[in-house]
């Protein structure tokens, strides 16, 4: 089996897991979902990528890591459940992510979004639809980053509030948006499988300083990135110099 049908296959079936999970019984409490969805697709993942790929490495939001990684050239970042929070809502807006890096690259991914049915995967990413006019910006949906909501203003894009990492860069390679700035921190399985689909269907993705996103990293956590459409790049980024004071390197 080929790495793209692995990582879309993995994702796929995680996320079918989780829909069984969470229509098993009647759930009164959604952290209590959120849990047992997370350590039920962890195992499922950890357990079928250890054994289908065993001299690669792993890292998951849900799995201590040993340290093993950081001597591998090929890593699988996974998240389980990405949007915990929404997923035991019993909202859309979560998804199940799988990426392969190599040599901190994104070199391959698969985001499933299960409750739209579809998994998006590097190795056969959709065509890019027309920009949106005015243009779209996906934000959180609880707390939207300052600097986004500054940014969208000074370009005059529309603010769409939404839950999930993955759901937001989905959205703008599904066309629903054209811009995911995101300036409030997260990990490295956050992004890694996401930012390897917005890649492979040609958007740009990158910290917002404009430098490179690298993984497999001993520190996973990712100060910020922006994913966005190329035409839209220059004015997101003359928007975001003109935001005093810098943001962190």
């Keep these: 089996m080929s790495d793209g049908d692995l990582a879309a296959q993995l994702a796929e079936a995680a996320g079918k897991l989780l829909q069984e999970v969470r229509a098993s019984q009647v759930w009164e409490d959604p952290k209590a979902l959120g849990k047992a ?21 792993l890292l998951s939001e849900e799995r201590k890591c040993d340290g093993t990684r950081m001597a591998k050239s090929r ?20 998804a199940v992510h799988v990426a392969l890096c190599v040599d901190g690259a994104p070199v391959l991914g698969a985001v499933a979004l299960p409750d739209a049915g579809l998994v998006l995967r590097s190795d056969a990413p959709p065509p890019l639809s027309a920009l949106n006019d005015p243009p779209r910006m996906v934000v959180s949906r609880t707390r939207p980053a300052a600097e986004a909501v500054a940014v969208a203003e000074a370009i005059g894009a529309e603010l769409v509030p939404m839950g999930s990492a ?22 490295e399985w956050d992004s890694a499988a996401p930012v390897a689909v917005a890649l492979a269907a040609g958007l740009h993705c990158a910290r917002l300083d404009g430098t490179p996103l690298v993984y497999n990293c001993d520190d996973t956590y990712v100060h910020d990135l922006l994913i966005c459409r190329k035409e839209l790049v220059e004015a997101v980024m003359d928007a975001l110099a003109s935001l005093r004071p810098p943001l962190r390197a």
């Design 37 to 57: 969805g997370d350590h039920v697709a962890n195992d499922l993942l950890c357990h079928a990528i250890t054994t289908e790929r065993p001299e690669d490495g």
């Design 75 to 94: 890593v699988w970042i996974i998240d389980p459940v990405d949007g915990t929070r929404e997923y035991g809502e019993a909202r859309d807006d979560w």
């Design 166 to 187: 993955g759901a937001k860069a989905m959205a703008v390679v599904r066309g629903v948006a054209d811009i995911y700035l995101h300036s409030g921190g997260q990990h």
